[in-house]
């Protein structure tokens, strides 16, 4: 499970919100800060709270005294994780007429603070169908007296907490790696600036980023007194993402928030723990909240400046689905999407790959040759293939007219450029699985001869004949190279069935 973490450095707590005070009307100070954090407009808001723009616009202004009713609509659409229930009560009993309670001491100022400020830092994670997304949003100030133009982050899985010889057998056979990840950041808080990142430690199964204030047409440093939103967002898949997820406050920061957002009909189930340096695990001390919306189900909790090196874990169970996020048991197309392999859906698997001039593209065919190879490798770690295996250079995303296929017998074989001239009219049917979409297997006629025209390194055009089980390999990779998948030539009526009921795993083709 990802602990994801970041630098966020010591200094200044009370600080005033989008230029106005903080004590001035605490409910409204807190409904633009939590509209920021979601980066939506007035407009925007009101539409999702079903409320008319003006009168949000007045009561984040200070000019309408809001409602119970409209702070519950606001928690529930901002997924504030119970701060704006809390702002309204505060409200209510400070608002002109009542009597004001002291305010609270400040605390004091750590001795040597730091210069960067994190005024929030919200992350919301969603579970999208075996793919967790998480988009982490900060508000960053510099406190100090010089610029600040990098920012640290880190990303941390650990699928099975519990059994730490289980994890590491796991991310040794199937790295986390940076095309699963896809990361993305940007400056600004519109998603309009991108930022650059830098790698600064690349683990199996942690990897720590440097997000920069630059992108290719400019730099944008943090300079002392100002402030700025950033925002980031990567993937994981559940065959590497445990059930929890951690918040480790690694530098000190005013609020911190969390969202979890969960598919409704997983019946998710979640509870927080709060640990530190000098105390064991904790129950949070104010509850989660819970808010369903059609078809997902969202799960929000905010505190006030955490504690230095506090750590605040979010566990859950998906009581509908026990393997979903929180099983042992891994997807077999997840795993083959973790090592690289390109899934069901994508255009590259749709359309003919482009072929090789060769000898004048010799050297990339030996490299992606080389790259099909690496794949195949990593790949026959983690399943057995009593049939032999077949790749093709579409499914590990490099668009070329190259295959190869490892027959039962231990042959390798090398296509480039191939194309199925002439096919034996004598037939036989098996079942079938592509790397592509791992879950299911399929039934289908294929030639018992095949005759392939293909090319070799050195530009030579070649006919080599395949028979049998060697033939349905080599015709099943063809097939991928002119963007053809084998659910395409099953019979009319013809189903595929789920691998655990499949019985053929790990056995030789039967003639």
Same mark, same amino acid.
């Given at each position: 499970m990802p602990e994801e973490g970041a630098a966020l450095m010591s200094g200044l707590h009370s600080l005033s919100y989008g230029g106005q005070p903080a004590g001035s009307n605490v409910f409204a100070v807190e409904l633009r800060r939590w509209r920021d954090v979601r980066g939506l407009s007035r407009t925007a808001l009101a539409k999702n709270m079903g409320y008319d723009r003006s009168y949000v616009s007045k009561v984040e202004s200070g000019a309408e005294r809001p409602s119970r009713d409209f702070a519950a609509h606001a928690e529930a659409a901002l997924r504030a994780g119970g701060a704006l229930r809390a702002a309204f009560r505060d409200y209510e009993a400070t608002r002109p007429g009542k009597p004001r309670p002291p305010p609270p001491p400040e605390p004091p100022e750590p001795v040597g603070?730091?210069?960067?400020?994190?005024?929030?830092?919200?992350?919301?994670?969603?579970?999208?169908?075996?793919?967790?997304?998480?988009?982490?949003?900060?508000?960053?100030?510099?406190g100090g007296t010089e610029p600040i133009s990098r920012y640290l982050i880190r990303i941390s899985v650990d699928r099975f907490p519990g059994d730490p010889e289980r994890s590491n057998q796991l991310y040794s056979e199937i790295p986390l790696g940076w095309e699963e990840i896809n990361l993305q950041a940007w400056h600004g808080g519109d998603r309009t600036e991108p930022m650059e990142w830098s790698v600064h430690h690349d683990r199996d199964a942690f990897k720590e980023i440097w997000l920069l204030f630059a992108?290719?047409?400019?730099?944008?440093?943090?300079? @002392?007194?100002?402030?700025?939103?950033?925002?980031?967002?990567?993937?994981?898949?559940?065959?590497?993402?445990?059930?929890?997820?951690?918040?480790?406050?690694?530098? @000190?920061?005013?609020?911190?928030?969390?969202?979890?957002?969960?598919?409704?009909?997983? #019946?998710?189930?979640?509870?927080g723990?709060?640990?530190?340096?000098?105390?064991?695990?904790? @129950?949070?001390?104010?509850?989660?909240? #819970?808010?369903?919306?059609?078809?997902?189900?969202?799960?929000?909790?905010?505190?006030?400046? @955490?504690?230095?090196?506090?750590r605040y874990r979010l566990e859950w169970d998906f009581r509908g689905n026990p393997v979903a996020g929180g099983g042992s048991a891994v997807r077999p197309s997840e795993a083959m999407r973790a090592l690289g392999v390109v899934q069901k859906g994508d255009p590259l698997l749709h359309r003919a790959a482009r072929r090789f001039a060769l000898p004048a593209e010799a050297e990339d065919a030996r490299?992606?040759?080389?790259?099909?190879?690496?794949?195949?490798?990593?790949?026959?770690?983690?399943?057995?293939?009593?049939k032999g295996m077949g790749l093709a250079a579409p499914q590990i995303g490099i668009d070329r007219a190259a295959a190869i296929v490892r027959t039962p017998a231990g042959e390798s074989i090398t296509l480039l450029n191939p194309v199925i001239i002439e096919s034996g009219a004598e037939?036989?049917?098996?079942?079938?699985?592509?790397?592509?979409?791992?879950?299911?297997r399929g039934q289908l006629p294929r030639s018992l001869v095949i005759h392939v025209e293909h090319t070799d390194i050195d530009g030579v055009t070649k006919i080599t004949a395949f028979r049998r089980g060697v033939a349905r390999l080599v015709a099943h990779e063809v097939d991928h190279l002119h963007g053809r998948l084998y659910v395409d030539q099953m019979r009319p009526g013809t189903r595929l069935i789920p691998v655990e009921q499949y019985r053929g795993t790990g056995t030789t083709w039967k003639y």
């Amino acid at each position: 499970m990802p602990e994801e973490g970041a630098a966020l450095m010591s200094g200044l707590h009370s600080l005033s919100y989008g230029g106005q005070p903080a004590g001035s009307n605490v409910f409204a100070v807190e409904l633009r800060r939590w509209r920021d954090v979601r980066g939506l407009s007035r407009t925007a808001l009101a539409k999702n709270m079903g409320y008319d723009r003006s009168y949000v616009s007045k009561v984040e202004s200070g000019a309408e005294r809001p409602s119970r009713d409209f702070a519950a609509h606001a928690e529930a659409a901002l997924r504030a994780g119970g701060a704006l229930r809390a702002a309204f009560r505060d409200y209510e009993a400070t608002r002109p007429g009542k009597p004001r309670p002291p305010p609270p001491p400040e605390p004091p100022e750590p001795v040597g603070a730091a210069s960067l400020i994190v005024d929030h830092d919200d992350a919301t994670l969603r579970y999208e169908g075996h793919t967790y997304r998480l988009t982490q949003r900060r508000r960053l100030v510099n406190g100090g007296t010089e610029p600040i133009s990098r920012y640290l982050i880190r990303i941390s899985v650990d699928r099975f907490p519990g059994d730490p010889e289980r994890s590491n057998q796991l991310y040794s056979e199937i790295p986390l790696g940076w095309e699963e990840i896809n990361l993305q950041a940007w400056h600004g808080g519109d998603r309009t600036e991108p930022m650059e990142w830098s790698v600064h430690h690349d683990r199996d199964a942690f990897k720590e980023i440097w997000l920069l204030f630059a992108n290719q047409a400019e730099h944008f440093p943090l300079y @002392p007194g100002e402030s700025t939103w950033i925002e980031y967002e990567y993937t994981v898949s559940d065959a590497h993402w445990g059930n929890w997820f951690q918040r480790a406050v690694r530098l @000190p920061t005013n609020r911190l928030s969390v969202t979890l957002d969960f598919p409704v009909d997983l #019946k998710p189930v979640v509870w927080g723990l709060h640990t530190s340096m000098t105390a064991e695990a904790l @129950p949070f001390r104010t509850a989660v909240d #819970k808010v369903i919306n059609g078809d997902r189900v969202t799960f929000s909790w905010s505190t006030e400046r @955490p504690a230095l090196h506090a750590r605040y874990r979010l566990e859950w169970d998906f009581r509908g689905n026990p393997v979903a996020g929180g099983g042992s048991a891994v997807r077999p197309s997840e795993a083959m999407r973790a090592l690289g392999v390109v899934q069901k859906g994508d255009p590259l698997l749709h359309r003919a790959a482009r072929r090789f001039a060769l000898p004048a593209e010799a050297e990339d065919a030996r490299r992606v040759i080389t790259e099909l190879n690496s794949a195949a490798e990593r790949i026959a770690r983690v399943h057995t293939f009593g049939k032999g295996m077949g790749l093709a250079a579409p499914q590990i995303g490099i668009d070329r007219a190259a295959a190869i296929v490892r027959t039962p017998a231990g042959e390798s074989i090398t296509l480039l450029n191939p194309v199925i001239i002439e096919s034996g009219a004598e037939t036989d049917e098996q079942y079938e699985g592509c790397l592509s979409f791992f879950d299911v297997r399929g039934q289908l006629p294929r030639s018992l001869v095949i005759h392939v025209e293909h090319t070799d390194i050195d530009g030579v055009t070649k006919i080599t004949a395949f028979r049998r089980g060697v033939a349905r390999l080599v015709a099943h990779e063809v097939d991928h190279l002119h963007g053809r998948l084998y659910v395409d030539q099953m019979r009319p009526g013809t189903r595929l069935i789920p691998v655990e009921q499949y019985r053929g795993t790990g056995t030789t083709w039967k003639y």
